[in-house]
């Protein structure tokens, strides 16, 4: 797991002066923009769209990868895809795309302690969220091709790890660009600093902020945690990501190439969620032997946390959907046989 860390320090090093080799004699070229870093389960899927794209298409298409946000941050680069600028598709967590789209109800699936398991997202995501964000961003000109993975989203601090709401308000925390975080934020008592990814880490090092919360992977593949102490699992949040196109640039593909994409749902979602998934205990176990203090809250520590989430859900239930917020509450009912 060392070696993940150097091999993905070394990538980022790389992939901030690197470019792709151009599209060549391909009919068709998508510019496909991620901050998601060289050397992670997300790059490697990203890869495995870019080589069943272009294989399937036997060449029509060029896939050009542009990976550890050297086209700019999560929300300008879905900007860009639906702008009709650099970049015709791109893999981007769900917030950033619901922010940079204008699409509230994006940011559903990531209200906080919504989810008790990974096998009640996965159901949400499925069978009640993505056809209607589809739809949703079909109107604002971005194709939703699958849903990809982040995983839980904990808390890294600098100075304690947090056991209550008091312990996280003494850190000034970073906070994705997303309503969702900021609301939650703001219940949990602490007034955070909304960041984009590629400034974080010197944020970070500077003192700007002394913490922030994120995944597992991207918190090791980033090296956002090497100027934080303590790691406290409290899986507050599940982040989906989302891999989406320009709708304009699908809807120019001609007959033949078209069900390529839409067809990538049925070949990478399950493999790419898998593959995040299956590094979770590693990845903890290895913040270990490198120093990183790991805190696992009580049910009764977590508690007060979750009550206040629920304000929330509460406060944001209109703005983000109300019909679709009530599917949603239903099917879990339903799921959890409630």
Same mark, same amino acid.
């Given at each position: 797991?060392?070696?993940?860390?150097?091999?993905? =320090?070394?990538?980022?090093?790389?992939?901030?002066?690197?470019?792709?080799?151009?599209?060549?004699?391909?009919?068709? /070229?998508?510019?496909?923009?991620? @901050?998601?870093?060289?050397?992670?389960?997300?790059?490697?899927?990203?890869?495995?769209?870019?080589?069943?794209?272009?294989?399937?298409?036997?060449?029509?298409?060029?896939?050009?990868?542009?990976?550890?946000?050297?086209?700019?941050?999560?929300?300008?680069?879905?900007?860009?895809?639906?702008?009709?600028?650099?970049?015709?598709?791109?893999?981007?967590?769900?917030?950033?795309?619901?922010?940079?789209?204008?699409?509230?109800?994006?940011?559903?699936?990531?209200?906080?302690?919504?989810?008790?398991?990974?096998?009640? +997202?996965?159901? /949400?995501?499925?069978?009640?969220?993505?056809?209607?964000?589809?739809?949703?961003?079909?109107?604002?000109?971005?194709?939703?091709?699958?849903? +990809?993975?982040?995983?839980?989203?904990?808390?890294? =601090?600098?100075?304690?790890?947090?056991?209550?709401?008091?312990?996280?308000?003494?850190?000034?925390?970073?906070?994705?660009?997303?309503?969702?975080?900021?609301?939650?934020?703001?219940?949990?008592?602490?007034?955070?600093?909304?960041?984009?990814?590629?400034?974080?880490?010197?944020?970070?090092?500077?003192?700007? /902020?002394?913490?922030?919360?994120?995944?597992?992977?991207?918190?090791?593949?980033?090296?956002?945690?090497?100027?934080?102490?303590?790691?406290?699992?409290?899986?507050?949040?599940?982040?989906?990501?989302?891999?989406?196109?320009?709708?304009?640039? @699908?809807?120019?593909?001609?007959?033949?190439?078209?069900?390529?994409?839409?067809?990538?749902?049925?070949?990478?979602?399950?493999?790419?969620?898998?593959?995040?998934?299956?590094?979770?205990?590693?990845?903890?176990?290895? !913040?270990?032997?490198?120093?990183?203090?790991?805190?696992?809250?009580?049910?009764?520590?977590?508690?007060?946390?979750?009550?206040?989430?629920?304000?929330?859900? @509460?406060?944001?239930?209109?703005?983000?959907?109300?019909?679709?917020?009530?599917?949603?509450?239903?099917?879990?009912?339903? !799921?959890?046989?409630?």
């Amino acid at each position: 797991m060392r070696r993940f860390l150097i091999a993905v =320090t070394a990538a980022l090093l790389l992939g901030a002066f690197a470019l792709p080799a151009s599209g060549g004699d391909a009919e068709y /070229v998508i510019n496909f923009g991620t @901050v998601a870093p060289e050397g992670t389960p997300w790059a490697d899927q990203l890869k495995g769209i870019q080589t069943n794209l272009q294989t399937a298409s036997k060449g029509r298409i060029k896939v050009r990868l542009f990976l550890s946000g050297v086209m700019g941050g999560e929300v300008e680069q879905v900007r860009d895809i639906m702008e009709n600028g650099r970049l015709q598709g791109g893999g981007f967590s769900s917030a950033a795309v619901a922010t940079g789209a204008n699409v509230p109800a994006l940011q559903i699936p990531e209200l906080p302690y919504l989810f008790r398991d990974l096998k009640e +997202a996965d159901h /949400v995501l499925d069978t009640v969220l993505f056809e209607p964000i589809k739809k949703q961003l079909k109107r604002r000109g971005l194709y939703l091709s699958m849903w +990809a993975e982040n995983g839980w989203r904990s808390f890294y =601090t600098k100075n304690k790890p947090v056991k209550t709401m008091a312990d996280l308000a003494e850190h000034k925390m970073r906070v994705q660009e997303s309503k969702v975080h900021k609301k939650m934020y703001a219940a949990f008592g602490v007034q955070a600093v909304p960041i984009p990814t590629p400034e974080v880490l010197d944020a970070l090092n500077r003192g700007t /902020v002394d913490g922030f919360d994120n995944t597992s992977l991207f918190g090791q593949a980033s090296g956002w945690f090497e100027p934080t102490k303590y790691y406290t699992l409290s899986r507050h949040i599940y982040q989906p990501a989302a891999i989406i196109f320009g709708q304009e640039f @699908v809807d120019g593909l001609p007959d033949d190439l078209r069900p390529l994409i839409e067809n990538l749902i049925n070949t990478e979602q399950a493999p790419g969620r898998k593959g995040v998934r299956d590094l979770e205990a590693a990845l903890i176990e290895n !913040y270990r032997e490198m120093g990183l203090t790991i805190y696992e809250p009580t049910a009764a520590e977590l508690a007060p946390f979750q009550a206040a989430a629920q304000g929330v859900h @509460v406060e944001l239930r209109d703005e983000l959907g109300a019909s679709l917020m009530d599917d949603v509450s239903a099917a879990l009912k339903t !799921y959890r046989g409630e």
